[in-house]
Every structure is written in structure tokens, then in C-alpha cells.
């Protein structure tokens, strides 16, 4: 399938990606090679892979876990009994990297604010150990069943799930969570790989009144953040306004600092520090960007904060 992207988006690419355009608009061609997580709260990863080795496995660097499925169908992968079972859950090996960057311990109390369908839930669950508490949230009825289902087949035990806006939390559970992560609703730009509808459908617009949501979400998470608490901040897309622009909203208007991200195999580019003649706070430079054309992935950005004590 030919692409037609609208000229503006491409123009705004430019802007991003400069020399590498073309790099980046020949990777977003390309589809993606599935990628699972084993779930250690029901199987070790070493038995795991003797019993699915009827699929060839390469390993996720900055996921222990994760693992892509090389020559294999997402559709087919679903239709295991391994996957009706709990034993993986089926996640873009760029959705893996919030948990990662977390620090989370077995006793933590944790807010995911926008929870479903439950990839990062169950991983952080898992990361837990199953102990501690998460609090699983979700604005949509219709996501949240998919979010129960998931917890569920996946053997979590410490997470509850709640359905309100995300926005009510910082006034509702005030300095309550050791760790909060806002894994936003966003202009998706980072999925092309996956599927072309986040370019289909561009509206110049759209990005202005979800940053407004962005903002609002960032703002109730450091609310209901502890100090000394770190919360994570992530998008699936390259907008600025959505991802260095939040960011620096809660910069320049509360306590909080970014650190600096790292993780093993990971190319990351740095952050936006300007964007149409706004200039972002500083401290932006500690988020990352990550580029289908640098990794075997969707496009995603992750910014990783601690509210000071």
C-alpha cells in the first residue's frame, strides 16, 4: 500500500526528523515484527522459551522479558493456548519501556492512570511481583472490560481498577503513590507501522486540544504523586506540543525535575527543546524520543520525572 500522507504532516516531519526524513518515511513502510512478554507471575522465561520453540525468538535488550516473534503473524500469536493461558502477553517492544524506567519495589502503591487495555498494568504487576498495590484506572467503560480481561487472564492480583477521569485523581488522592505513570491518549503517530490510520485521518488541529487533556492528566499525577515520588510521562507520538510541551508545562509551574533515561540496546534521540518559536523548559533534555527507523519499533517518548521532597 502507497502511503498518501497530507503535505502539512510531511512538513512537520521535516521539522523533526530533518536529513533523516527519508529514513523515517521508508521505515514507516516497513510493518512491524510482532514482539510478546513472557509473564514470570505464571512462568519462568527459561521454561517459556522450551515451550515455544516453534517460534524463532530474539530477545528485547532493554526488556528481559520481551522478545520479538520473527516471521509470525500478531493475529496468530493470539490464537495460542500459551496466549489464552497467561503465559505472554502480545505488546510493542516500545510500550515496554515505561515500567522499565520506573524503579518500581514489590511494597509500591501505583497509579496508572490511563490503564487499558493493561499492557504496562500487567507488566508493572509483574514487576512487582504481584504485591504492593496498582491502581488500574481508565475514563472508558468499553476499554475497562478489556482491562479486566487482561488482568485476569495475565494472574494479577494487586492491581484494582477503577473507571473516572484521570483528572480527579490529584484532588480525590493527594501525595498517595509511590510511583504514577500517565500513559496518555494521544495523536498515535508513533503506530504508522502498525496501522496507517493515525496519518489517514491528521487534523492540524488535534494537537493543541489533546495536549490541553495531556497537561490536565500530568498536573492530577503529580498531585497524587508522593514527594520524592517519580512519575512517568509517555506518548506513542512525535508531536512536540504532546510530549516536550506537557512536560515543560509541569516544569515551569511545579516541583519536579526529569532524570536522565537509559536502558540497554535502546537508540534514543534527544528531546525537542524548541518547537514554532515556544521554547521549552530546560529540563526537557532528560526526555527521549524513540524512531522507527533507529529500532524495531513504534515511534514513542518517555519522560521520566521525581517530585521534589
Known amino acids: 500500500m502507497e502511503l498518501k500522507l497530507h503535505p502539512e504532516l510531511v512538513k512537520r516531519w521535516e521539522a523533526i526528523f530533518g ?11 516497513e510493518p512491524i515484527t510482532p514482539s510478546i512478554r513472557v509473564n514470570t507471575l505464571k512462568i519462568e522465561v527459561d521454561h517459556f522459551l522450551e515451550l515455544f520453540s516453534r517460534y524463532r525468538l530474539t530477545p528485547i535488550p532493554w526488556c528481559k522479558e520481551g522478545f520479538w516473534v520473527e516471521g509470525a503473524e500478531e493475529e496468530s500469536l493470539g490464537n495460542t493456548w500459551e496466549h489464552f493461558a497467561g503465559l505472554f502477553y502480545i505488546q510493542e517492544a516500545s510500550s515496554m519501556i515505561p515500567p522499565e524506567v520506573m524503579e518500581l519495589e514489590e511494597g509500591h502503591r501505583v497509579l496508572d492512570v490511563a490503564a487499558a487495555p493493561g499492557s504496562k498494568t500487567t507488566q508493572m504487576a509483574q514487576k512487582m511481583k504481584n ?15 478489556a482491562l479486566r480481561n487482561n488482568l485476569e487472564r495475565m494472574g494479577v492480583v ?9 483528572r480527579r485523581f490529584g484532588r480525590l488522592a493527594p501525595e498517595t503513590f509511590d510511583r504514577v505513570l500517565v500513559d496518555a491518549p494521544c495523536s498515535a503517530e508513533g503506530t504508522i507501522r502498525k496501522s496507517y490510520k493515525a496519518a489517514l485521518n491528521w487534523k492540524p488541529w488535534i494537537y493543541r486540544k489533546l495536549a490541553e487533556t495531556q497537561r490536565m492528566l500530568l498536573v492530577s499525577a503529580y498531585k497524587a504523586a508522593k514527594p520524592g515520588g517519580i512519575i512517568v510521562y509517555s506518548t506513542c507520538t512525535f508531536a512536540p506540543e504532546e510530549n516536550e510541551g506537557v512536560v515543560s508545562y509541569l516544569l515551569e509551574r511545579y516541583r519536579v525535575k526529569t532524570e536522565p533515561i537509559a536502558l540497554e540496546g535502546l537508540k534514543t534521540d534527544p528531546a525537542i527543546t524548541e518547537w514554532e518559536g515556544e521554547k521549552f523548559h530546560p529540563d526537557v533534555k532528560n526526555c527521549i524520543r524513540v524512531y522507527p527507523h533507529k529500532n524495531r519499533v513504534g515511534g514513542f517518548f518517555v519522560a521520566k520525572m521525581r517530585k521534589m521532597e
Open 19 to 29: 536529513s533523516e526524513l527519508g529514513q523515517f518515511l521508508e521505515a514507516i513502510k
Open 131 to 145: 504485591r504492593g498495590l496498582i491502581v488500574a484506572n481508565d475514563v472508558s467503560v468499553r476499554r475497562i472490560k
Open 158 to 166: 494487586n492491581a484494582c481498577v477503577t473507571q473516572m477521569d484521570g
